[in-house]
C-alpha cells in the first residue's frame, strides 16, 4: 500500500540528488588536497631548483676565485721576492698558504660536481677549468720553489703548508737570475696565461649551463605549477556551482513547498502534491489524506450533530442554526410548527416500537409536504415538535401545501396537529414572532383535535 501511495506521488527523491552531489563533492574535495599538495611539492621543487642553481654556481666560481686568488698571490711573490727592506716578502705567500686552506681546489670542485645533478656539458667545462686550474697551481708551485732557491723561507705557520717541488738538475744548476726568469715564465707565459683564461671561460660556460638549466626547469616546474593552479581553481568553480545548483534546488523543491505548506496548513488547505522532491510530496499526499480524513470525520460528526437519528431530520440545533442563517431580508417566509398527536396513547397501549414508528411516519408526511429540494427544511426539534420553513412563498401556496398535508394525513392514518405563521418581508418581522404565532396556533389546534376526541 505504502509503495503504491509513493509510485502515485512521484517526484525525484532528495536522496537521489543530494547522496550523488555529496559523493561527488568529497571526490572534489579530496581532489583539491591532492592538488595542493602537488602545488607544494612542485614550489618545493622549484625553490629547490633555485637553491641548487645558486649553490652549483657560486662553487663553480669559487673555483675561479680561488684560482686567481693563487695566481695573484704566486705573481706578486715572483715579482716582488724581497721588501723595501731588503727582508724576503713572505705576505704573498702567507695568502697563497691561506687559500690552499680552503676547499675550492679544481680538484675539489669537480669532485663535488660530480655528485651534483648537472648536465654533461657543465660537468666538462669543470672537469676542463679543474685541469686549466691544476696546471696554474703546478706551474705557480714550481715558480715559489725556484724563487725559494734564491730567497730561502723562513720556517713558519702556515708556509709549512706549501707543498714543495722537486727540482730538475738544470732547475738547480741555474743561476738565481736564471731561476727568478725561469719562474716569471712559469706565472706569466703563453700557457699559463691560456690556462688562466681556460679557467674563466669554462667556469664562465657551466655557471651559464646551471643557468640555463636551473631556468628551464623552472619554467617547466612554473608551467606545471600554473596548470596546478588551473586545475585547483577549475574544480574550486565546480564546487561552487555544485553547491549553488545544490541550493538552488533544496530551496525551490524544499524550502519554497513548505513555505507554501505554512501558510495553507492553518487555513485547512490541501497542500500541492505536485511540485517539490518525492519525500515534500509524500508529506503533502499525507497531510491531504489526513485532511480529508479529518474532514470526513468532521462531516460525520456535524450530520450525527445536527441529525435526528430516528427521522434523519436535522434537529433542534439545524433548526436554531437555520434561522441564524436566514436572517436576510428581502424574502417572504412561512414558519409551521408540528405536534403529532396522540404519540403518549401510541406508546402506552402499543409499545414505543409503535410511537417510534408514528414519529417516523409523521416525519416522511412532514417532508413529503412541506420539503424543499434545494435544502433541508424540515426539523425534529422535540419529542413529537417538528418545524418546517418555507421560503419565497405566497399564502395561497402555503394553504395549498396545508391542504395536501391533510389529506396526506388520512392516507398514512396519522393526526398531527399544525400552525403556521406567514411574513410577506421577512425584515418586517422577527424569527421569533413567526415561531410564537405558529406555535399558538399549532397549539389551538391541539387542543380542538383532543376535545374532539373527548367528545367522542
Known amino acids: 500500500m505504502r509503495e503504491k ?10 536522496n537521489a540528488l ?8 568529497a571526490i572534489l574535495h579530496a581532489l583539491i588536497i591532492i592538488v595542493i599538495l602537488m602545488i607544494n611539492a612542485s614550489s ?7 637553491q641548487n642553481s645558486g649553490s652549483y654556481t657560486q662553487d663553480a666560481t669559487s673555483l675561479l676565485a680561488g684560482s686567481s686568488l693563487l695566481s695573484e698571490t704566486a705573481t706578486n711573490f715572483v715579482l716582488m721576492p724581497t721588501t ?12 697563497y698558504a691561506s687559500e690552499l686552506s680552503v676547499p675550492r681546489r679544481g680538484n675539489q670542485v669537480l669532485g663535488r660536481f660530480q655528485d ?3 648536465s654533461e656539458e657543465a660537468l666538462a667545462h669543470i672537469e676542463a677549468a679543474a685541469a686549466s686550474a691544476g696546471s696554474m697551481m703546478e706551474n705557480q708551485l714550481r715558480a715559489i720553489e725556484l724563487m725559494r732557491a734564491v730567497y730561502p723561507l723562513p720556517e713558519m705557520e702556515p708556509l709549512t703548508a706549501i707543498s714543495r717541488v722537486e727540482l730538475s738538475p738544470e732547475e ?30 669554462n667556469v664562465s660556460a657551466c655557471t651559464e649551463q646551471l643557468q640555463a638549466a636551473s631556468a628551464r626547469q623552472a619554467a617547466e616546474t612554473g608551467r606545471r605549477i600554473a596548470i596546478l593552479r588551473s586545475v585547483l581553481w577549475t574544480i574550486t568553480l565546480s564546487i561552487i556551482v555544485m553547491l549553488i545548483v545544490t541550493f538552488t534546488a533544496l530551496y525551490r523543491q524544499i524550502m519554497q513547498p513548505l513555505g507554501r505548506f505554512v501558510k495553507l496548513i492553518p487555513e485547512d488547505k490541501p497542500l500541492d502534491e ?3 522532491f518525492h519525500e515534500v510530496r509524500l508529506v503533502a499526499s499525507a497531510y491531504n489524506d489526513v485532511l480529508k480524513r479529518r474532514n470526513a470525520l468532521d462531516d460525520i460528526l456535524r450530520s450525527a450533530a445536527e441529525t435526528d437519528a430516528l427521522t434523519n431530520l436535522p434537529n433542534r440545533y439545524r433548526f436554531e442554526q437555520y434561522l441564524l442563517e436566514s436572517e436576510e431580508s428581502g424574502y417572504s417566509m412561512a414558519v409551521l410548527l408540528f405536534d403529532v398527536n396522540y404519540l403518549k396513547t401510541t406508546n402506552d397501549t402499543l409499545g414505543h416500537l409503535a410511537g417510534d414508528k408514528l414519529i417516523r411516519t409523521a416525519a416522511e408526511c412532514i ?15 422535540g419529542g413529537d415538535e417538528f418545524a418546517a420553513v418555507v421560503k419565497n412563498c405566497t399564502p395561497d401556496m402555503i394553504r395549498r401545501m396545508v391542504k395536501q398535508f391533510e389529506e396526506e394525513e388520512r392516507q398514512r392514518n396519522v393526526s398531527i396537529s399544525l400552525g403556521y405563521a406567514y411574513a410577506e418581508e421577512i425584515g418586517d418581522t422577527s424569527f421569533k414572532q413567526l415561531l410564537d404565532e405558529a406555535d399558538k396556533q399549532m397549539y389551538a389546534y391541539k387542543k380542538a383535535v383532543h376535545s374532539q376526541a373527548l367528545q367522542h
Not at 5 to 14: D, Q, T, W
Open 5 to 14: 501511495h509513493a509510485k502515485k506521488v512521484g517526484g525525484a527523491s532528495a
Open 18 to 25: 543530494v547522496m550523488p552531489i555529496v559523493v561527488v563533492l
Open 44 to 50: 618545493s621543487s622549484l625553490s629547490t631548483i633555485m
Open 84 to 95: 723595501e727592506a731588503g727582508e724576503v716578502n713572505v705576505y704573498p705567500l702567507i695568502a
Open 116 to 118: 651534483y645533478d648537472v
Open 172 to 201: 738547480l744548476n741555474m743561476t738565481d737570475a736564471e731561476k727568478q726568469a725561469a719562474a716569471k715564465e712559469l706565472v706569466l707565459g703563453t700557457d699559463y696565461a691560456q690556462n688562466k683564461q681556460s679557467v674563466s671561460q
Open 274 to 276: 505536485g511540485k517539490g
Open 367 to 381: 417532508a413529503s409536504c412541506f420539503g424543499d429540494e434545494n435544502e433541508s427544511n424540515c426539523f425534529r426539534f
